[in-house]
């Protein structure tokens, strides 16, 4: 998932940089001061879930989260997830500096293009309507984000191209379970807290 | 192994990584930012394996001086490096040139292989010297440089919250695990564990919203206006003209050794 510094080339860099840039600028003009600490604890959430390793066979994959993170935050996710990104590579180091764009273009801007198309399906009143609609937009955001990570390796080099074809199928695991974890969450704050999903987006 | 994994990640203390005090943490947080930030750029875009591997050592050499735990600093490289160890794998066979073996009626080829390790290396040159010279500071401290280096308020203001917060939210998911532990769940690959996880992260994420109320409503009864202050002044001091002025001539010796011919 997260690319590491080196492999990309310089155009692919910038670019990412660039959108990436342009992402958080829009994001931090829809956010007040008043959203900060909200934005700040609900961040946390998908920080710490990006932890929970759930096993898979003999192997884990660990969760991203990154469609239900913008079905709630919106463009807000753009700063949201630089920030996370940007702690994840200083303390953990994982991923990497430079491609600290193209990684936070990859993960935020699908939970943006997912914020936009279950806007209206995770707001149903039924809470199984609104579930599967959670799971259509947390298994779509990895999705995107693989086909994302796969492109921004084809547009590096010719010998990538074996290795972007390979990220989409390593996802489909990954996608299943989200979107399974994605429903039972959207279900379980649909029936506990329902005024949540409508307050905490704007 | 994938628990371990998950308990070592979790415990995030917002604090800087353990090491012993050393000369580096005399030197001001906005120089040790910015010269991590022009070493990544010059190793990064460097294309020879002479320029990257001086950057290695340099990195080794500040990782040494930092007095960074060497074991913990060498778990996180190693989670990366198996991820470079596949792309070792995989580049060696799509990279078309002098064929080192052949396998299957697949060609390895040396450059491909050349062009793996030389990722592997930029990588942990990069890795290494971002440990040494920033992760060594607190993440506050990290924020208060930022701010001062003119990066956007509000996302200060955002890192700020969220090193703070990191802690208290991946103690409540502790003690909602713990409380599953105790009722005798076990992570399987099965539907049930996903239904659980899915409830616990929708629990994880109402209790934090509901406690960001109570925060932010907390802190505006303390009279927060929505920002804080810095009031840490930052100066710089001969320690840091004589630490960057070093790193750039190191900086710029790298940048020479790329240039074709120039010791020829």
Redesign the interface.
Known sequence: MHI????LS?PVLISGAVLSAIG?FIG?KK????H??????????F???S???????F??VH?I?NG?LGI?LGWVAF??L???L??Q??????G???VLGVNTLNIALPAVLIYYICYKGVRHESPKVAATWGAVGGAGAIFITALMVAFSLALSG??????AK?VVPAHIPIMV?EG??????????HT??PE?ISK?SN | MSQSLEHSLTSWSGQALKHQASWIDDIDARVRVVCSALFALVVVSSHSFAPTLLGLFCAFLLVKASKLNIKRTLRRVVAMDLFMLTLICILPFTTPGDAMFTVFGLTASWQGLLHALLITVKANAVLLVLFSLVATMSASTLGHALAHLKVPDKLVHLMLFMVRYLDVISQEYKKMRRAMQARAFVLRTNLHTWKSIGYLFGMLLIRSVERAERISDAMKCRGFCGRYYLNDEMKIRSIDWIFSIVFISFLILLIGLNIDGLFK
Not at chain 1, 4 to 7: C, I, K, L, R, S
């Open positions: 590491v510094d080196g492999a310089s958080v931090l956010m007040d001061y008043d900060l600490p909200l934005v700040g604890v609900l961040a946390s959430v920080f710490i879930a932890y929970i390793h759930l096993p898979l066979g192997s884990s969760l989260m239900l709630i700063p949201a630089l920030v996370a940007l702690l590579v200083i303390f953990f180091g994982f990497g500096l430079l010719e010998s990538f191209v074996l290795a390979a379970i399974f974890v994605s429903y039972a969450a959207v279900y379980l704050i506990v807290k949540f905490g």
